[in-house]
């Protein structure tokens, strides 16, 4: 008898409680509803754009596979011209992989051309919209390596240690690491060459070859 009081009891004080705050309630729960009704348009419109992102990219990449080997052909300028200019109307203040995609067919381009500085500025924006994705840390090490091919190591041995340290797993960190090594060789900087060779003996144990190669300079440097 008492835990039915009780029962009685407990019911009475919710309902008194949803009476009391009926105003209040009635309104959570529409902005509950709102929220999931706006969480539910905003999926589907980002969907939608995702795949309308992806179908142009593909388009430009079909540009791009027609237009790639002739870069260097100066009867195509006009048409390696529009193709650029296309590219980044597309990319320009986006992010993800088909911006990420599209500033690296740039990159690609330049680079055939040894227009370096464009190609650095390229990889570079591959690397800044592409941060979420793996092609982040190929874009940073492909940045360095137009980096360094205008002479400036310092960047290029800080690309290289971002494409490593990147959040996204680097197939080529063992090579970019020895690359690291290989660049402070070329600044006389022969102690931090030594650290770089013994991090890829280090942090590589699996990968024969770039132990190897790290051993042998550091045995040529020693």
Known sequence: MQNENEKQDFGEKINNFFHKNRKGIIILISAIFI?????????????????????ETEKLDARFQELRF??????????IQTFLSDIEAFAKNKSGYGASKAWSMSAQIYSSRNEWQKAEEA???????????????ISLFNAAAAAEEQGKI?????????SIDHKFEFPAAPRAQFSIGRLYEQLGNYPA??????????????VPVWQYLARSRIIAIE
Request: charged share 20%.
């Open 70 to 79: 002739s870069a260097n052909d100066v009867n195509y300028n006009a048409e």
């Open 193 to 206: 060459a030594i650290e770089s060779y013994r991090t890829v003996m280090i942090n590589w144990q699996n």
């Open 123 to 137: 990889w570079l924006k591959a690397a800044k919209a592409g941060d979420k994705t793996y092609l982040g840390p």
């Open 154 to 162: 310092e960047l290029a041995i800080e690309l290289l240690q971002k």
């Open 35 to 55: 929220l999931l009704a706006g969480l539910i348009v905003f999926l589907s419109l980002q969907d939608v754009f995702n795949k309308k992102a992806i179908a």
